[in-house]
């Protein structure tokens, strides 16, 4: 019943830009909180269960029986002032782990004290960790992300033209038959990559069992 009254108090945009960012893993009702965010990156008004649940139902029309069940709950449960409380807990139980992982960078010289204590006063401030960043359509916002902001270069040339540099949250998958050069291609552009940055590079090879 926690994750219901939850997702009910998400709904209104105060608190979604306030608390969706330190919310757990629900599993079941990731695909309808997925409706949510879409919803909030177009929208500034609070989203009602009605609205909710014809959006759902429009883009995920398969075996909509399994959800029924979850939009009457939702509409009947209490307004979301009676999980403030919860979600209170929730964002600090969020800033305790972040401050633990911050003193753990600090203890190994990748951060400073200074970044543990900022994060230590919002905690006491209550001041939430990070706001929800939208998907954004400014194209001068778009080219400063893609081609201005500084990224990892590779060491083939043809691919810093054709894809340019990599930077934070690219995702990427090199496939080809076997025994056809994958990991040397791999290891020969790290090699290069682990140069221009001072943080550790992981590499996580998994060999196929047969």
Known sequence: MNEISILKAICYRENYLKYRNILPDFKELNPVLEVVDEWFANNQSDLG???LSNLFYAKLPQKPEQYENLFRVLSATPPPESVKTLLEALKRARICQD?????????RGSKTVSDVLELADKLRSGVEV???????????EL???TVKTPGLRWRLDCLNKSLGSLRKGDF????????????????SELTFMAEQTERPVLWFKLDPVY
């Open 172 to 187: 990427g998958i090199v496939f080809a038959r076997p025994e056809t050069g994958k990991t040397t291609f791999i290891a």
């Open 99 to 107: 401050m633990s992982v911050l003193a753990y960078e600090a203890s």
């Open 49 to 51: 269960v009605e609205d």
């Open 143 to 145: 080219l400063n992300q």
């Open 130 to 140: 990070q706001k929800v960043e939208f998907v954004t359509d400014d194209i001068t």
